[in-house]
């Protein structure tokens, strides 16, 4: 049931997902988490919520999808490991705990990966952002 929700909301916004790249990790309590490439081998991250107040920190846009191949700064190691974090739903404080980061450093990274992402702070719907490679 997931997979084919997650082709069709692809596929609604234009994005043709190569099904047998859908990896699927049902495995959060607050998120299911999907990665999967499309027909251009763009990389894709869905992240849908497992019930309404999993999303009290996000903002539903209309466009829920970026490509990775949008940013115009690629994303260090720890960027990428702090967005992951992000895109599981974790707070600020968990990533710092995980990280073994302090909260004002977690929030600087923050500040970096939204403005490579060009996505503004506070709220974004972090579901689909771009994973750099």
Request: proline fraction near 3%; charged fraction near 25%.
């Amino acid at each position: 049931m997931m997979q084919n929700e997650i082709i069709n909301i692809a596929k609604e916004n234009g994005i043709i997902i190569i099904q047998d790249s859908l990896n699927i990790n049902e495995s959060g309590v607050d998120f299911c988490v999907a990665h999967a490439l499309d027909v251009n081998e763009d990389k894709w991250i869905f992240k849908m919520p497992r019930r309404p107040e999993s999303m009290r920190h996000a903002t539903i846009h209309a466009d829920h999808l970026s490509a990775a191949g949008r940013m115009h700064e690629p994303l260090s190691a720890r960027e990428q490991e702090i967005l992951r974090l992000i895109a599981q739903g974790c707070s600020n404080r968990e990533i710092g705990e995980r990280l073994y980061l302090a909260l004002d450093t977690v929030k600087g990274h923050n500040r970096r990966i939204f403005a490579k992402l060009q996505v503004q702070r506070g709220g974004a719907d972090v579901s689909s952002l771009p994973t750099a490679t």
